[in-house]
């Protein structure tokens, strides 16, 4: 006899919530920096820019983990192991989610940029620093809020709660439109808003497919890993 699934704790309220909360602590923790200059003796804009956005990620997923731990659906939010299989498999199908990036990547850039290639949202994440003074604290600073934070914070909050919350009632096909719509827009780079809604579709269908957590953010790791591993060979030659 197959067992019905629960429904899911959380809803729509508790996702304005998340939204709401964000707002006000972001606002917190920029007023702080801002104003009591908490940075200011780092004297380096790149190293600044990234503390603020690791403590703006963590800042998201403590709002997260309080909203839907308030719940009781921490545990429903898909933070479980799926197997080596599973992560093996995600593992082997690198090559063709990059030959649809780069493919959805090559018609946005005729359609919306004059077919000119569209950079990665890590192009300026060292600003205006020359190579030769991008050091490892930077290096280490970028790997931090690139390859672990954003894939962490994101897939928690764009699969973990949007996903299944619009899988809750509309459906697998929707729900994966949906979410990577969101996904895509939520980052505010309009040229990248394709590639972005494409990798929000993959990232969707590998939570659904192995129901964990863990699988997207592997995926959307390995992605901005190797994203900032190209940015730091261009920085190097």
Known sequence: ??????????????????????AVCWGIVLYIVHFTQLLSHLH?????ALGVTAALYLTLFLVILTVIGSTGGLSRLGFHFPGWRPLLIVLACIPAWYLLLAGTGYVAAILFNHGTSIPSNVTSIFGNKAPAHVGAIDIALAVLVVSILAPLVEETLFRGVLYQWL?????????????????????????????????????AVTFQVTKSLFASMLLHSVNNTVALLVLLMGLIR
């Not at 019905?4 to 709401?20: A, E, N």
């Not at 380096?44 to 600044?48: F, G, L, R, S, Y």
């Not at 096909?173 to 929000?200: D, E, K, R």
């Open 1 to 22: 006899m197959s067992r019905t699934r629960q429904p899911l704790p959380w809803g729509l309220p508790h996702i304005l919530l998340i939204i709401l909360l964000t």
């Open 44 to 48: 380096d804009p790149t190293m600044e």
């Open 167 to 203: 899988h809750s009632f509309a459906g697998t096909p929707a729900a994966v439109i949906l979410s990577a719509a969101l996904f895509g827009g939520a980052h505010f780079i309009l040229l990248l808003t394709p590639v972005l809604f494409v990798m929000g579709c993959v990232l």
